[in-house]
């Protein structure tokens, strides 16, 4: 019996993308997986892996260019592979209240690799980010962490569910 091995790479500028990463790999790795972390620009191959899970940041309405990127580079070794998306960054609680459909570069990576699902968390914007915006952002008082790492988890127990019903 081998061991399924999960890639969960991500995009991030600040951080938060990454942590959610880090979750999921945990959530997979309680589980029995094998689950590796990185940053989605470090990513030379996904062909030691048999499912990616492939999260982004969203900023003004697109998906961290990382995240693109690699959905771009990897498509061809990541069709025939289960693939889930996600994406973070209200900076607000309306991911936690409703479903919020992806933004155009992740509806066309969702549909032309094929991936299971997407799902849209909440971000975190905190003091010391980098970038302009980010910083005005924080001047106007709309920063904070609104992540639910309750429902990160949980979701991250539906991936694992599925690839363990895989046969």
């Known amino acids: 019996m081998?061991?399924?091995?999960?890639?969960?790479?991500?995009?991030?500028?600040?951080?938060?993308?990454?942590?959610?990463?880090e979750a999921v790999a945990g959530v997979l790795r309680g589980r029995g997986l094998a689950a590796d972390v990185a940053p989605a620009r470090s990513v030379t191959s996904v062909?030691?892996?048999?499912?990616?899970?492939?999260?982004?940041?969203?900023?003004?309405?697109?998906?961290?260019?990382?995240?693109?990127?690699?959905?771009?580079?990897?498509?061809?070794?990541?069709?025939?592979?289960?693939?889930?998306?996600?994406?973070s960054g209200p900076l607000d609680a309306t991911a936690s209240e409703r479903d919020i459909p992806p933004v155009p570069g992740v509806r066309k990576a969702l549909v032309r690799l094929d991936a299971r699902e997407h799902i849209t968390f909440g971000g975190r914007l905190e003091e010391g980010a980098k970038g302009m915006?980010?910083?005005?952002?924080?001047?106007?008082?709309?920063?904070?962490?609104?992540r639910d790492f309750g429902a990160i988890e949980a979701w991250a127990g539906r991936v694992a569910d599925e690839l363990e019903a895989a046969p």
């Open 2 to 21: 081998t061991t399924t091995r999960v890639l969960v790479a991500y995009g991030t500028t600040n951080g938060s993308t990454a942590q959610i990463a």
């Open 47 to 87: 062909a030691p892996y048999d499912a990616v899970v492939l999260g982004g940041a969203l900023y003004a309405g697109r998906w961290h260019k990382d995240a693109r990127r690699f959905a771009r580079r990897h498509g061809r070794e990541l069709s025939p592979r289960p693939l889930w998306l996600f994406s």
């Open 133 to 146: 915006v980010a910083r005005m952002i924080l001047r106007s008082g709309k920063g904070g962490d609104f």
